[in-house]
């Protein structure tokens, strides 16, 4: 078994990300200034500390991914 196919789909997927990160641009902008002030005192940044963010980018993502397999990017954002 090759695993050429794991590589072609993997490629494939990596093409999608610039899309799918344009149609989620207030939801990574809202993650990154949410890590931005956790990391910014001196305490470590702790896991979960901005899991409500990363969840409304992580569900974003999954919408804009979907409409670009479908053909819809010109639907707008998430």
């Known amino acids: 078994m090759s695993g050429r196919g794991v590589w ?8 999608r990300f610039p899309a799918a990160l344009a149609a989620c641009g207030d939801q990574a902008a809202a993650y990154g200034r949410c890590v ?12 979960d500390t901005c899991l409500e963010e990363f ?7 999954a919408r804009a991914v979907r409409r670009i397999k479908l053909g819809w990017e010109g639907l707008g954002g998430c």
């Open 8 to 15: 072609l789909r993997a490629r494939a997927r990596l093409r």
């Open 36 to 47: 931005a002030a956790a990391a910014a005192g001196p305490a470590e940044l702790r896991r």
């Open 55 to 61: 969840q409304a980018l992580r569900e974003c993502f």
